[in-house]
């Protein structure tokens, strides 16, 4: 099945149909908008031939999966063991308790017990020290004069504020993105990487044996994390199990990292592009600190059009100026 994908992406489009498993060519998942415009234009409901499953792209047509179908469309261990499958129950025990896979009265439960933890108070709290992170992660690349701006700000930005939220050490603050990353697979294009499962179940293992730990260490020495808040939320004297927990502390992650990864990176992206935005786009990301260091060290950082591979570089006189050689 592997093989047959991997076919599927790298032929010309005239020989196969439409596919999502075009993504699995370099060059379209760094453009995918074209790929994304062919499906809608064809059928806004596609059968996906090479991934047998429905591929939604219309917006009212998406709207009415979301409301009218079930969410609970993770398998069950015991379906998994009766396909032949039981490698993965592992994977089935997780998702089974994940809100993302719920409906009706098992979801307004389990949102219920989160929502009392996961507060916009608790968020409102780490909007300085976020600002703080931020200011450190580019006081970092001023003197170097380029950087990446997915590898040195985009992506550690989100995963450090999580481990800051979720009340965990910010120096493994890498190894839970690598995990998280790994489980993400099965959220997406597990099925096209069969040959992964053995990485994603073991990411799983440490990743579920490290939230363990934490639990212990935050029940012996309580602090003001989400994850102590989750392990402690009651609604009518309901609470969540330890697995609930983790489940759903993962699902977290994940969805945080992803999401406000690509956004940031995108947002530059786009301020690059649009020459009328670049000076508020620039000014916005040099305020307020790393810009006064800048200027006391003689030079006003600004930002570059991307390079090929996406990186950006500093430079001290004006957004509108070409950067120096980006440093990969």
Excluded at 189 to 211: C, K, W
Excluded at 281 to 294: I, M, Y
Aim: hydrophobic fraction near 40%.
């Amino acid at each position: 099945m592997a093989a047959e994908l991997v076919a599927a992406a790298t032929a010309e489009p005239s020989d196969i149909p439409l596919s999502l498993c075009r993504l699995l060519d370099p060059q379209v998942l760094a453009d995918p908008y074209p790929l994304y415009r062919a499906l809608r234009e064809r059928d806004r409901v596609y059968w996906d031939p090479y991934l047998h499953a429905w591929v939604v792209t219309g917006y009212a047509e998406v709207v009415s999966v979301l409301l009218r179908l079930s969410a609970e469309c993770a398998p069950s261990a015991e379906q998994l063991a009766q396909m032949g499958l039981s490698s993965l129950e592992p994977i089935a025990r997780v998702t089974v308790k994940q809100m993302l896979f719920m409906d009706g009265a098992a979801h307004v439960r389990l949102r219920r017990l989160c929502s009392t933890a996961f507060t916009s108070n608790r968020v409102a709290a780490l909007r300085s020290h976020i600002q703080d992170i931020a200011d450190r992660l580019l006081d970092r690349v001023v003197a170097q004069g380029s950087m990446d701006v997915v590898g040195d700000f985009a992506s550690p930005l989100p995963a450090i504020v999580m481990a800051e939220l979720l009340g965990l050490p910010t120096r493994d603050h890498g190894q839970l993105k690598a995990w998280s990353a790994d489980f993400a697979e099965v959220l997406g294009n597990f099925q096209q990487n069969p040959d992964r499962a053995g990485i994603v179940l073991r990411s799983l293992r440490e990743m579920t044996e490290y939230l363990r730990a934490a639990i212990s260490e935050q029940e012996r020495r309580p602090g003001d994390g989400l994850i102590h808040a989750l392990v402690h939320a009651e609604v009518d004297g309901a609470r969540l199990t330890q697995e609930e927990v983790i489940a759903n502390v993962i699902i977290t992650m994940v969805g945080a990292d992803a999401h406000s990864a690509a956004r940031q990176a995108g947002a530059i992206t786009r301020s690059t592009r649009h020459s009328s935005h670049r000076s508020r786009g620039a000014s916005a990301l040099r305020d307020p600190k790393p810009a006064n260091r800048a200027r006391r060290a003689g030079g006003r950082g600004a930002w570059r059009q991307a390079d090929a591979k996406g990186r950006y570089g500093l430079r001290g006189d004006g957004c509108r100026q070409p950067g120096p050689r980006a440093i990969s």
